[in-house]
């Protein structure tokens, strides 16, 4: 009777290890790997709308994975660029990219310490900060910076793997 249990029991652990996990190939995606989609997609859809809006010459936006220091495994999904000399006073300049961002469906704060804007959607960070504190007759350069909110666990090594993605053409 003993072995009959090990052997249910041994048979039921080899099935469990077994099971598909974001490590096995058909086991699904990780975190990372839904995560860059959904902001991928994000950012397309919300860089054209800030360039019509905001106006000047952007660049940027290459995005790609950050391992956190000391955190194996632990990453930061990252695309930072921005705009030169928009037209508008400092103040105009951000009222439009928040018009923008709230359009988007983001949650918008002016913290005003660590950004000028800070917003946040489904795991979507976006920090908005000038150049200079002193950009309030215009704005010099805007930086515009969309990233994970959270790290995301990358177990399957995509992350590691996932080269740099160009988001503004």
């Not at 997609?41 to 956190?68: I, S």
């Amino acid at each position: 009777m003993t072995r009959i249990l090990l052997g249910v029991l041994l048979a039921a652990l080899a099935t469990a290890c077994t099971s598909g996990s974001s490590t096995d190939p058909g086991g699904g995606d990780s975190d990372a790997e839904v995560f860059k989609t959904r902001m991928d997609a994000f950012v397309r859809d919300t860089l054209p709308k800030l360039q019509t809006e905001v106006g000047g010459e952007w660049g940027g936006y290459t995005a790609k994975f950050y391992e956190k220091g000391g955190n194996t495994g632990q990453w930061e999904y990252s695309a930072a660029g921005g705009t030169s000399r928009p037209p508008g006073t400092g103040k105009e300049v951000l009222d439009k990219v928040e018009a923008v961002l709230r359009e988007q469906g983001m949650e918008i704060t002016r913290p005003g310490v660590t950004s000028d804007i800070a917003g946040r959607k489904d795991g979507i960070m976006v920090i908005v900060l000038r150049a200079l504190e002193s950009d309030v007759e215009s704005v010099s350069t805007l930086k515009v910076e969309f990233r994970s909110e959270d790290r995301l666990s990358s177990s399957d090594g995509f992350a590691e793997n996932a080269g740099p993605t160009e988001l503004l053409k």
